[in-house]
Nanobody, 127 residues
Framework: QVQLVESGGGLVQTGGSLRLSCAASGRALNIHPMGWFRQAPGKERRFLAAINWNGDSTRYEESVKGRFTISRDNPKNTVYLQMNSLKPEDPAVYYC????????????????????WGQGIQVTVSQ
């Protein structure tokens, strides 16, 4: 059974950094675009960052450009989200996702383009 498992979340001070990892098991991801989204309490899930199959194309939501970096390590079947300069508005549950139907596509920003999601991981930013 294919699974995505996020790790690396937790509590960090404003201005601090975290690196989230999303490891896949059960199926290789090396031809599939992947993305990161987040959902804050009472809000809809929002796109953050996406990466194409080989990592040479990325896209970001405007509020995280310059602060967050998505990357991937295909031999390790893992995608990362490096988050720097974390702000009070960044706390949420963060999710990674993979698109099987769009193999070979550039990074995708719409959540309905993704087929499999991780369980999510909490990121909390203290003042």
């Amino acid at each position: 059974q294919v699974q995505l498992v996020e790790s690396g979340g937790g509590l960090v001070q404003t201005g601090g950094s975290l690196r989230l990892s999303c490891a896949a098991s059960g199926r290789a991801l090396n031809i599939h675009p992947m993305g990161w989204f987040r959902q804050a309490p009472g809000k809809e899930r929002r796109f953050l960052a996406a990466i194409n199959w080989n990592g040479d194309s990325t896209r970001y939501e405007e509020s995280v450009k310059g602060r967050f970096t998505i990357s991937r390590d295909n031999p390790k079947n893992t995608v990362y989200l490096q988050m720097n300069s974390l702000k009070p508005e960044d706390p949420a549950v963060y999710y990674c996702a993979v698109s099987y139907r769009r193999a070979g596509s550039p990074g995708l920003a719409e959540d309905n383009e993704y087929d499999l999601w991780g369980q999510g991981i909490q990121v909390t930013v203290s003042q």
